[in-house]
């Protein structure tokens, strides 16, 4: 079988070499918290990038609302054990995982850096930590397997024409390519203006205005990942256009066929379709829609307001957790994101009841500043700051952090960094 242009370009993501322990140590005098990471993205990346990943919906108070709910959360300690041997790893749906942190699915974050999604497979299946590709993200299925096939998981969005065929093809993919979770995406029904992302002409189909190409030029590490790469695509869907699938053609199917939340009669088929695997739904905020989960037989539920990405008006998901969580109580697992910049803000959401937090802005800004190793430098540094934070509240194995939050507390003013 002929190999095509974009499998010899990805080749290199297998080969991604995550640096040496003296580059490593360099990293992180450099940049020691990914809040450092995001400063040095925005000075890095030509404007359009930067604002696409950074940004939100409306005034980004979503946003602002998710980093600042986080920080009113505290990790009450208990000390007088010593603590030699602190265990972040964390096992869920049959698989070991590095730490209690995962890629979370992000819609074109080749805009970000071009090839970011093979580079963030590649340092997942490295650092062992799970790894969710985005139906619309920049390699296939199958790509994504090649690159992280222990630790691979794949979220969707519906293609309600045609009875669900395309979806259905989908699901045999993931399935042919040994695909540990399916991830149905709820939050996302319609899409909404991010006004950071339009004020720098970034449209769909993706094309470089003048003012984007001058800032390229001004921008070496984008512009090399864009000359090794190619140019954001979706690559997944490719191949059910018709004729020739170029950026424009893939575009105006994702826009003509793809809808942006599943129904719970689709979940339930969906459900079917996928077998004996584990099948999480994103982006639940009310407990009553976690009851209507594990009514289908859904085996997770990933609390998520998208990040403020959608609606900035939403409550934060580290407010809801607690809610949700002690409604589903232990009878499926529970998923986080939304604000995660952090391994202490990962241990405040498995405190108040997950079981994994997902992080995604924290990815996009160590491949703006670092690039190809960006992301395994957000891994490393969040999966240290989960072990010193254990260690610190005197916690030695992640199942021992339920109920060390307290509960927020009114009237705090976080660092909302």
Known sequence: MAVSPQDKRLKHFGRLDLGSSVEAATFLRRYPTTGHLRVAARRSLPAFAYEYGDGGAGWDGGISRNWHALDCVELVPRYGERMMNVDTSVEL????????????????????????????????????VPYVLGMVGGITIEQAATLAP?????????????????????VRRA??????????????????????????????????????????????????????????RFAS???????????AAVTEFARREVRGAFSWDEVARYRDWWKDRPVVVKGLLHPADAERAI????????VSNHGG?????????????????????GRIKVMFDSGVRTGVDVVRAISNGAQMAFAGKAYLWGLGALGA?????????????????????????????????????????????
Request: hydrophobic residues 40%; contains cysteine.
């Open 150 to 170: 222990s630790v691979l998981w794949l979220q969707l969005y519906p293609m309600p024409k045609n009875d669900h065929a395309r979806g259905y093809d989908l």
């Open 237 to 247: 869907l490719e191949r059910y256009v018709d004729g020739r699938p170029t950026s």
């Open 373 to 417: 190793r960006g992301p395994g430098h957000v891994s490393r540094l969040i999966i240290e700051e989960i072990r010193s934070t254990m260690a610190q509240i005197g916690v030695d194995r992640v199942a021992a952090l339920q109920g060390v939050a307290r509960q927020r507390v009114a009237n705090c003013f976080g660092a909302n960094r």
């Open 295 to 302: 009514s289908l037989g859904i085996d997770g539920v990933w």
């Open 175 to 232: 399935e042919a390519a040994n695909v540990n979770v399916l991830v149905l995406t709820m939050d996302c029904p319609v899409r909404t203006t991010r006004p950071r992302e339009v004020l720098q002409g970034v449209t769909t189909p993706f094309r470089v205005t003048p003012a984007m190409a001058l800032s390229v030029v001004r921008s070496p590490r984008w512009l090399g990942a864009y000359l090794k790469n190619g140019a954001p």
């Open 309 to 329: 990405r959608q609606v900035d008006a939403l409550p934060a998901s580290i407010d809801m957790l607690p809610e949700l969580a002690s409604a589903i109580d």
């Open 93 to 128: 749906f049959g698989r070991r995982y590095a730490a209690p942190i995962g890629v979370a699915p992000m819609g074109g974050p080749s805009v970000v850096l071009p090839g970011a999604d093979g580079y963030l497979a590649a340092s997942a299946e490295q650092l062992n």
